[in-house]
């Protein structure tokens, strides 16, 4: 995963418009990581979170290993789990994320 992350970002980050977003690899065997996502056109599978320009081209990935206890609160999942270390500058870009993001803040959050 480290090579593959390597070569993706091999050139560099040339899109301005970049987004974070869960995607599924599909797997039908047995792996004890293998989750189902009901819903998702994709429900069997390896969840990773990806960092991708507006254009599809993906950067970096992340499998996703369980629910961490280091989530600031403050500032949501988004920022547990975003890619951005690749990006030498990104205030110079566009950071789009879904609605999922949200429901760590602490609005959301039950006490």
Avoid at 27 to 39: A, I, L, P, T, V
Avoid at 45 to 55: D, E, H, T
Avoid at 66 to 93: C, F, K, M, Q
Avoid at 95 to 106: C, E, G, K, L, R
Wanted: proline fraction near 5%; aromatic fraction near 18%; hydrophobic fraction near 40%.
């Amino acid at each position: 995963m480290e090579l593959l992350n390597e070569r993706f970002s091999k050139f560099g980050i040339f899109s301005h418009n970049l987004c974070v977003d869960e995607q599924m690899i599909p797997y039908f065997g047995r792996h004890s990581c293998k989750m189902y996502m009901r819903g998702k056109p994709v429900r069997f599978g390896f969840k990773v979170w990806c960092l991708c320009s507006s254009a599809g081209y993906l950067y970096k990935f992340l499998p996703y290993a369980g629910r961490s206890g280091d989530i600031d609160y403050d500032l949501g999942l988004g920022a547990s789990t975003v890619l951005l270390e690749v990006v030498e500058e990104p205030n110079l870009h566009a950071v789009y994320f879904d609605n999922f993001f949200h429901i760590a803040s602490p609005a959301y959050r039950t006490q």
